[in-house]
């Protein structure tokens, strides 16, 4: 039987609140990756628990399935700080500790 090229890697899957079907040695953290204090906890229990990560999959995202002219600045603002700035600020994080370096506060 051939082993998952991601067997033993330690990987950080933001949005997975249900159904992901972990195979292995899993913790659930919550948070909410529009708070960057909640993306940095999230990389600090994770390093702490398994040590140095190997893989992010950026999968946290949300959308308002209403007509364009239904959608509020409001639900545009938290789509956007979810879909896009939580991506960056996981990826960004994910970069630093990849090259050694913590992001600053």
């Known amino acids: 039987m051939q082993l998952?090229?991601?067997t033993g890697k330690v990987t950080i899957v933001t949005g997975a609140s249900q159904g992901i079907g972990a195979g292995g040695?899993?913790?659930?953290?919550?948070?909410?990756?529009?708070r960057a204090a909640d993306v940095q906890r999230l990389f600090a229990e994770t390093t702490q628990t398994f040590g140095a990560l190997d893989v992010l999959v950026n999968n946290a995202g949300v959308f308002a399935f209403a007509p364009i002219e239904a959608v509020t600045a409001h639900e545009f603002h938290r789509?956007?700080?979810?879909?896009?700035?939580?991506a960056n600020d996981a990826?960004?994080?994910?970069?630093?500790?990849a090259t050694g370096r913590e992001r600053d506060q």
């Open 4 to 6: 998952s090229p991601l």
């Open 25 to 34: 040695t899993a913790v659930a953290v919550q948070g909410d990756v529009s």
């Open 79 to 86: 789509e956007f700080t979810v879909n896009v700035l939580g």
């Open 91 to 97: 990826g960004g994080a994910a970069a630093l500790r």
